[in-house]
């Protein structure tokens, strides 16, 4: 089989038996359109004359490009290649996978950035209505606290948020999240949530629905479209810098927090693990270094001899 056929029938399996999303699909079809460019280049057209001498002078072209890619870059890329090749032998295309021996670059580990309790409550504030704002100002408010009330009280991915239907929160205290690779997960919501929910519900959705041409989104646009992803971004930006927020702040700082928030607090890294849909708990333990670190600062100004 020619390699580009080969990308094709991969790149249709993540999308309709794993479910990844666009935006993913069209990650590995980039990175994998730079590699059969890079093997016809070398003479190599076909998925039996890849070899893994050949792999590993694809990576080590890509390592030393200029200018010098990220690690993150590096390791993307190879992730996306080492997908096709072991699809190819799962499936009977390929006898021998050649990125076998292929070792991704080492990532520096970086610890995410959580905001203090205060900060999340200074930014929940500043996203609700202004005192004197005008009634379509006031209904964008109303969903703007809903949705950031949201962002944080259930570690939800943005993505995963303006793809709520009005029927996933129609479980009681309980939202249905839909994450990565068409997996659900059900995830608790806290009283201030659901209070922020149920008033943009009854406040604000009708009137913004009435506006567009009928969607079961959660979230609307001021038009009654659905809110998109972007928009999501803008609306937390916004309310950051009105809460008088210097750090950065994104919809994945508020996953970042609550994580963290809850790890604090004394919950089981299983649970969080389940909460925020990570599929080995290995990702969720990177939040218990921050975690750890808070401890350690505690003990270092309490403790009559740790200094």
């Keep these: 089989m020619r390699i580009e056929r080969a990308v094709e029938v991969y ?9 990844l999303s666009a935006h993913t699909v069209e990650a590995y079809r980039r990175d994998l359109a730079g590699y059969t460019g890079w093997l016809a280049e070398h003479g190599a057209a076909e998925v039996a004359e890849v070899t893994p001498a050949l792999v590993a002078d694809f990576a080590a072209d890509r390592a030393g490009a200029e200018p010098r ?12 290649v080492r997908g096709l090749h072991r699809f190819l032998v799962r499936e009977g295309i390929a006898g021998d996978d050649p990125t076998e021996a292929l070792r991704p670059p080492k990532l520096p580990q970086r610890l995410p950035k959580a905001l203090t309790i205060a900060q999340v409550e200074s930014l929940l504030e500043a996203s609700g209505p202004a005192p004197g704002s005008d009634v379509a100002a006031e209904l964008v408010a ?5 949705l950031v009330e949201l962002l944080y009280a259930t570690g939800a991915r943005v993505s995963e948020l303006v793809q709520l239907d009005v029927d996933d ?13 068409a997996k659900e997960r059900i995830v608790p919501v806290g009283s201030y949530a659901r209070a922020a929910t149920d008033a943009y519900l009854t406040r604000a959705r009708p009137e913004l629905a009435r506006r567009g041409t009928g969607t079961p989104r959660l979230f609307l646009g001021a038009r009654g479209a659905p809110l998109s992803r972007q928009s999501a971004w803008a609306v937390l930006q916004s309310a950051a810098e009105r809460a008088g927020i210097e750090a950065h702040v994104s919809p994945h700082t508020l996953r970042h927090s609550f994580a963290t928030h809850l790890l604090q607090g004394g919950a089981d890294v299983r649970v969080v693990q389940e909460l925020l849909g990570h599929s080995s708990v290995a990702t969720t333990q990177i939040y218990t270094h921050v975690s750890v670190d808070a401890l350690r600062d505690v003990y270092i100004t309490s403790h009559p001899r740790a200094r």
């Design 142 to 146: 109303i969903r703007d606290r809903a």
């Design 169 to 181: 929160l129609a479980h009681g205290d309980v939202l249905r999240v839909r994450g990565k690779g």
């Design 69 to 80: 890619p990220a690690a993150t870059s590096l390791a993307r890329m190879q992730s996306s």
């Design 11 to 19: 790149l249709r399996h993540v999308t309709i038996e794993r479910g």
